[in-house]
């Protein structure tokens, strides 16, 4: 039971990580890494490809699901020295930001996890939380409060 929680927690643990990176902008994860300064040996399992998947909606968030639309997405799967294996799927055409993607997951499984958590994944996210503040600030200032005001007919 333990090793199944455990499991469960390593599961989302990678998938955060690997959303932040997938959604984060690609001249900042490029940036951080190049700033870590580090050379990884690796092998492709699947070189970065350029594609299409669905994206799919639900009415309200609960209901029915619903095709929306197509967006253009580049994957690529390397496999460390180690033999720790690394997956990336990032919107967009972006072939390098894949490769950092993917690097950055594998590297993420050994020890060099903490670290990696410091210095690039931790800034990245600090960065979107502040982007996403700025948007709502500046969407903020355009709300208009609607009223009623009773009128004295009836």
Known sequence: MADETMATADQAARKGWMGLLARAPAAEVKRLWDDLGREVDFDWLRAPEI????VRGRTGGT????????????????????????????????????????LV????Q????EDLRARLLRPLEDAMTAAA???AAR???????FFT???GED
């Open 51 to 54: 594609g299409g998947v669905m």
């Open 63 to 102: 209901g029915a699901a619903f095709n929306l639309g197509e967006m253009t997405v580049t994957r690529c799967s390397l496999r460390l020295a180690d033999g720790t294996v690394g997956h990336a799927m990032v919107q967009g055409r972006d072939r390098d930001k894949a490769r950092v993607a993917a």
């Open 105 to 108: 997951d594998a590297l993420m």
């Open 110 to 113: 050994g020890a060099a996890a």
């Open 133 to 135: 503040g700025k948007r």
């Open 139 to 145: 969407a903020a200032r355009t709300k208009v409060d």
């Open 149 to 151: 005001m009773v009128r």
